[in-house]
């Protein structure tokens, strides 16, 4: 019996893999409706549940919030969607759901939208790093700085400071400004300005209703595991080692995507915990999929599947990479790159 998926002929350019991908990009308002109530509704629950449990036990409190940090984590990657208007057909549902949301997520949703859309439109570009990224140096660029300003990057590119210090400071202090849009017009200050409000006013009903424990046993567990977890997986969807990035005048934003995405290969738990958000590469090339549908695409396209391919345990070794070597083309660690010829 032949074979009935699309893998006969596959497109040999991500410009084809674009146009073979639109088909996917239909979301079904059912389906969305019934993704948000699987992930709000436990993550409330969780949340009753722990408030609960504060008056008994407050470790057992504590780590059932940070067991919440996973609804959480994928309530986020709801609100991506809503960003890339693939949630629902309407873009208005979309952005009162993800406004919505971002209160939850403490993430000002007008302007991480707006910072993301320029992320996906520069990613891999040596010349236009700087928003909706993380720091990336090439070689030459962290030989040509002193010894503090290797130094610094160095602490920088440190996962200590990455998964720890970096999460508690974008959710906690980036998030509350318009970082990255000071000057870009009122709408952006209004949607940080008005998250803070909202923010303000629960955190205001669960210290009056619940003491000052609820926020620091339950809320910041919660949200500090999702942060981390949340900037864990944005390093490995662009940090791997064979990854792509190239100046201005050889960078091309769909090639960018497909070769410079990673495919994060996890077990079922974790793709339903993470919305789907590791088959990057497939998101990068076509961003208006709804997360629930991008299985389907992997399915379809064997050679998808394989393409950029990292495991569990292949990610735990993109932690050490930090350097961009343009002569190989991939990412190197820093011990690697004493040795590389000058």
Known sequence: MSDPRSNAAHPVNARDWSRVLTRYRAPDPARSVLELIVTLAPFLATWAVAWWLLSYSTALAMLLALGDAAFLVRLFMIQHDCGHGSFFRSKRLCNWLGRAIGVVTLTPYDVWRETHAIHHSSTGNLDRRGVGDLPTLTVAEFRAKDRVGRGLYRLVRHPLFLFGVVPFYTLFLQNRLPVGLMQ??????????????????????????????????????????????????????????????????????????????????????????????????????????????????????DALADSNRVTLRDSLGCARLALWDESAGRLVKFAEARGLPK
């Open 184 to 301: 870009s017009g009122w709408r952006y200050w209004l949607s940080a300005m008005a998250t803070n409000a909202a923010i303000a006013t629960i955190l205001t009903a669960l210290v009056w209703f619940g003491g000052w424990n609820v926020v620091l046993f339950i809320f910041f567990p919660t949200m500090l595991l999702a942060a981390s977890t949340g900037m864990w997986f944005f390093f490995v969807q662009h940090q791997f080692e064979h990854t792509n990035w190239k100046s201005e005048a050889d960078w091309d934003v769909q090639d960018a995507a497909l070769e410079g995405s990673s495919h994060y290969d996890l077990p079922s738990v974790l793709r339903w915990i993470t919305g789907n958000i590791g088959v990057h590469h497939v998101h990068h090339l076509a961003s208006r999929i709804p997360f629930y549908r991008l299985p389907e695409v992997l399915r379809d396209h």
